[in-house]
């Protein structure tokens, strides 16, 4: 199984130990983001976890039950849940088997990411950190998580309009606190521009797909790449 790193200060991607099988199934996602999230080396080991005392050791848990009141802790009460924490739960989502919410976990994560780089300054500490982590995680657990999101286009189409609009419904607070430097301008009115932004990057996805052309080209390359045997298991 290949075990890959990122850390958010250097952004990096590092593969670590042995190839993956052509058609093996892939049931883990297995990285490491410094300093949030760590997948277990070796069997038996639990991942580290560090994204909050009242999240860390449910999502550490090997059990999909404390996984599953993770996620229901962070549904009640989501208003400063950071994306690094929906990302470290979209992962654990997928390692228990939930792969639909692993999948509408990590678009929320990366869209809420999305508008709070489009509400703080570009120098907003620690904004940067978090961007880096977020851009870690997309692109190291992105391959795993829409690799089984693609298996179906209609589902991987309605996940992500379910969780644009929860994003849409949930507006992370810590935009509209004042110890974060913001740009210019009303900080409700610079948060709906980025709902726009990430509504346009949905659009511009469903207008990919709808093009019989690219639909095409796009399960071919996952046929040629044992896509479906990697990641539609049942």
Known sequence: MKLAIATAAAAAAVLWCTQVHAAEPVKQVNIYVEPFYRSPRSAGEPPRVAVGARYDALLASSRREDILAARDIVTADPKTVTPMTMMVLAVRLYDVGER???VFWFYV?????????EVATPAAIPLGQ???AIRAFSTLAGPVINGYAFCDLKNQQAIRARALD???ANPYQVMFMQQLPAR????ATLAAAGLRVA????????????DEASRTGFYATRKQNDMEAKFCWR
């Open 130 to 132: 978090a961007v880096e």
């Open 100 to 102: 639909d919410e692993a």
């Open 166 to 168: 929860w994003v849409a």
């Open 109 to 117: 994560a990366k869209d809420r990411m999305l508008v709070l780089t």
């Open 199 to 210: 509504r346009d990057n949905a659009a511009k996805e469903r207008a990919y797909f709808e």
């Open 184 to 187: 210019a301008g009303d900080r």
